[in-house]
């Protein structure tokens, strides 16, 4: 049995941190500080089975009545296949504080078909959006 959970005293810090920074493609080399930072002011999602071992993890980034931004969703490879990554998506969709906002996106390079299962679709209006990336962070 598989739970989620938004308890960031459940987080295995240093699981998600070796993930993101060892193991994700779009976190590499992400330092033990901003992971903590960055789960430090989002809304946490954990998965876990039934002796509490954390096998995915998703983060939302929010003002609470507007905009939210889904970020470093991840299922452990060994867990993968079981649903885990629907059952965090659909603890995202569903979760008090996020339902009522009007607008949450998200970037993937290659989960398109399930965030599409949860009504997220490609933007309407890309030319409208700008982004600031600094490559030093």
């Given at each position: ?12 810090v240093s699981m998600i941190h070796h993930y993101l920074s060892e193991r994700s493609y779009w ?111």
């Amino acid at each position: 049995m598989i739970s989620v959970s938004t308890d960031k005293d459940l987080l295995d810090v240093s699981m998600i941190h070796h993930y993101l920074s060892e193991r994700s493609y779009w976190a590499k080399a992400r330092s033990l500080a901003t992971v903590q930072a960055s789960i430090e002011h989002s809304v946490c999602f954990g998965a876990y089975d039934e002796n509490g071992k954390q096998l995915g993890f998703a983060r939302v980034a929010t003002d609470y009545a507007v905009f939210g931004w889904i970020m470093d969703v991840f299922v452990l490879e060994e867990c993968r296949g079981k649903g885990i990554g629907k059952l965090l998506m659909e603890a995202i969709v569903n979760h008090r504080d996020l339902k009522r906002l009007r607008r949450m996106g998200l970037g993937t390079d290659d989960a398109h078909g399930l965030y599409r299962q949860y009504g997220f679709t490609d933007l309407a209006h890309p030319e409208n959006l700008m982004e600031r990336i600094d490559p030093g962070h």
